[in-house]
């Protein structure tokens, strides 16, 4: 299985989650990565979530890290999707 037949099967498994899941999922998400010592770094590298898509809610982090003055390297995605 190749990179692109992962993404369609995740995409999938994506669009089946209701709002509160992909809440509940995030949240989840960054409890777990506060737990990781990763936290010292100077500038962090993090991407915009697609609400569109139902990608993780990166504002949980987003926002822990600005409390912790920490530089964001922002990445927003720009995807064409023909589905």
């Known amino acids: 299985m190749n990179k692109e037949e992962i993404?369609?099967?995740?995409?999938?498994y994506r669009?089946?989650?209701?709002?509160?899941d992909i809440k509940k999922f995030s949240i989840n998400i960054f409890?777990?990565?506060k737990n990781i010592p990763i936290w010292?770094?100077?500038y962090y590298h993090i991407y915009i979530?697609?609400?569109k898509l139902k990608?993780?809610?990166?504002?949980?982090?987003i926002?822990?890290?600005?409390?912790k003055?920490?530089?964001?390297?922002?990445?927003i995605l720009i995807l064409l999707i023909f589905l």
């Open 7 to 12: 993404r369609k099967i995740y995409y999938m």
């Open 63 to 67: 926002n822990f890290l600005l409390k």
């Open 40 to 42: 010292d770094n100077k």
């Open 49 to 51: 979530p697609i609400k």
């Open 15 to 20: 669009k089946k989650l209701s709002k509160k």
């Open 55 to 61: 990608e993780v809610d990166t504002y949980y982090i």
């Open 31 to 33: 409890k777990m990565l």
């Open 69 to 75: 003055k920490k530089k964001l390297l922002y990445h």
